[in-house]
């Protein structure tokens, strides 16, 4: 077995397109914004000609278009091409297959949180490893041969874990500890006897995990501003720049948001200026659409995410609707990376509606975690019918004892910061779950 391994990575080789462009000292956040703006072009092309002559999903969809190969010449031309929604992949595991199915090594299962059935995201070593490793982004992820890498993502059935944990070992060539999220043997106090131990420079977990874990510490009286770290990568999950502004305090470094998706992959990362996504044009083309018309949208307007990923040859993944909000600033960051930015603006299925407007959980979130008397938990409860006042469901500061008036405090100021009536309930402990935190919670009458 081992021989057959060995001779499987000598004998692989990159596609002539990879190496035409990441084969050199070039690496895309390192690339002139031109340079990258062409291999998106012939990675699009390359992708959207397998993907008609080898997927019968996406050839049916383009020829349901009138599409072709030849039809899509530039990134412009993508629009041609219809979406791609969760709901035509969900119960299909095999849906988006190009390739025999005996090629597939990997296969990843969505989480469930967004209801519906399981979606199945599939691909084969090729595309898994030496494609998606082929682009580097060393500005973005300054990790180092000589760091200890703290992986704690969940590495069953989600893509998180296993994804960060061969970038780390494999494309940065770091030490990584497989710690997980919370499963059978990572339990959070085991977590802490890791970090003391082995003394990491580098954390990547979900927002809700560090604070989990910052509560297991104190509770094993361990310092975590003592380790030696030199960055927290947040991923998984939303979160507020209030809220970050918590872990890294926590924590005593820098947190940098990761935006990606089982579906497609990793999307955008932070620089440390702490000012949008910066879209990963080495893996993907991002587009902003109108959620209703399905129409592109200019720079700076708000709409869905829409994701192509340009590297997954083998299963593609073309105008992918993430169900995400946001919109994409094209201006050059202070940072020198020429990637345009991303900023995130909630989930259309995550939207709370009171009054009659639509507000993001996490455009709250800001405002409700920049006070200091409300705890690192929380809910937003929406009940049918009741659609005129935001209940707010909370734990408070360590020390902060609970009073009449400081519910009316806690309501009058919420209120004020976001221009809608807010009521507070304020509890003794909310549940610390291990898979995904959920901040909008529905409640029957």
Known sequence: MTSKFEKRIKSATKP???????????FPDEMPATKIAKFQEEALQELITRAYNNSPFYHQKMAAAGVKPQDIGSINDLARVPFTTKDELRGKPWALLACDKKDISIIHISTGTTGGEEIYIMQTWND???????PGYPNLFPVESDDICFNALPYEMSSAGL?????????????????????????????????RDLQPT????????????????????????????????????GCSPAFRERVEKIWGTKANFY????????????????????????????????PDTGTVLEPGQIGEIVVTCLLRFDTPLIRYRTQDLGFIDPDPCQCGITFPRLFLRGRVVDEIVINGTNFSPFYLEEFLMRMPEVGN??????????????????????????????VDKLSSKLEFAVGIP????????????????????????
């Not at 002539?16 to 070039?26: H, I, M, N, R, V």
């Not at 929406?382 to 500061?397: S, Y």
């Not at 909310?430 to 935190?437: N, S």
Request: glycine residues 8%; aromatic residues 10%; hydrophobic residues 40%.
């Open 16 to 26: 002539a397109l990879l190496t035409k462009y990441f084969s050199g000292p070039d």
């Open 377 to 406: 938990w929380y809910q937003f409860v929406v009940k049918p019918g009741n659609n005129d006042k935001l209940k707010v469901r909370v734990e408070l500061a360590p020390g902060v004892q609970p009073t009449a008036e400081l």
């Open 163 to 195: 994804s960060f944990h061969k970038v780390f070992m494999e494309g940065c060539q770091a030490t990584t500890i497989p710690v997980g999220k919370g499963g059978a043997y990572s339990t959070p106090e085991k977590s802490i006897k890791i970090l």
């Open 128 to 134: 898994y490893y030496l494609n998606e490793l082929a």
């Open 202 to 237: 580098v954390v990547i977990t979900t927002p809700s995990w560090a604070i989990r874990l910052a509560e297991a510490a104190s509770e094993a009286s361990f310092d975590l501003t003592t380790l030696p770290l030199k960055k927290i990568w947040l991923t998984g999950e």
């Open 422 to 445: 807010c009521e507070f309930e304020i509890v003794d402990k909310l549940p610390r779950p291990r898979e995904k935190t959920v901040r909008v919670v529905h409640e029957e009458e």
């Open 259 to 290: 935006y990606g998706s089982l579906e497609a992959g990793g999307i955008g990362a932070e620089c440390d200026a702490h000012n949008g996504y910066h879209i990963v044009q080495g893996h993907v083309i991002t587009e902003i659409v109108d």
